[in-house]
């Protein structure tokens, strides 16, 4: 490109920043069996997508150039800052790195990797134990870290949408809550009736806002 203020073609700040953030899910999640890397491959297919349009090639403004052009004629296209679709298509006169499409990315990104975070370590310690994962974040949802996966992928369509994040986003969610269906089937053949009664007490995805009136307790077993 030969416009003046094009803020693209940055490939290696596009490696970098997928990098940090694959590693940086990767250290709070350490996928251990085949459907954990699967989940996380997947994720971080997402990440690659997201920066390689974010300082690579802006191919959702390519492909929306003319309709962007003629319904928003005051705005630079090609520059970087133009990339927050939301933040320019409801003309915020503000800096985009400050308006409310980005500031609530930055609440979801951060909720996320808190999730998949607090989901781990929790997880971690009932496995040293060799018990069912039920205490802390897992005695409020069921699956935090693939909420948390959810919440840090919704938190990048509100900084940055594009095309292809867009339409990877609800193919990841459906394997996601796949993921986790797949996991319960495991977790009631080998506990049965105990399991039962957990996802009777404790929501899969969405936490209630009051908490159950009966914990869920430790089980013995191994963690699902």
């Known amino acids: 490109m030969t416009h003046p203020d094009y803020g693209y073609g940055l490939w290696g700040l596009a490696l970098v920043n997928a990098a940090v953030f694959i590693l940086f899910a990767f250290s709070f999640f350490k996928p251990a069996t085949k459907r954990d890397w699967r989940s996380f491959g997947a994720f971080s297919a997402f990440i690659v997508a997201l920066f390689a349009e974010m300082y690579g090639f802006p191919l959702t403004i390519f492909l929306l150039s003319g309709w962007l052009q003629s319904h928003f004629p005051g705005v630079d296209w090609w520059s970087h800052d133009a990339g927050h679709l939301l933040e320019m298509m409801f003309g ?59 919440l840090v992928m919704l938190g990048f369509l509100l900084q940055w ?57 430790p089980i013995d077993g191994p963690s699902a």
Request: cysteine-free; glycine content about 8%.
């Open 92 to 150: 915020w006169k503000v800096n985009p790195h400050f308006g409310p499409f980005h500031v609530a990315s930055f609440v979801l990104i951060g909720a996320g990797f808190w999730l998949i975070s607090a989901g781990w370590t929790t997880l971690h310690e009932s496995q040293r134990h060799h018990k069912l994962a039920t205490t802390g974040i897992y005695a409020r949802v069921r699956h935090p870290q693939y909420v948390g996966f959810i």
């Open 161 to 217: 949408p594009t095309v292809l994040t867009l339409a990877m986003f609800p193919v990841l969610v459906v394997m996601y809550i796949r993921l986790a269906q797949h996991e319960e089937r495991e977790a009631l053949a080998t506990f049965g009736e105990d399991y039962r009664g957990y996802m009777q007490r404790v929501p899969g995805f969405i936490p209630r806002l009051k908490a159950s009136a009966s914990p869920a307790g």
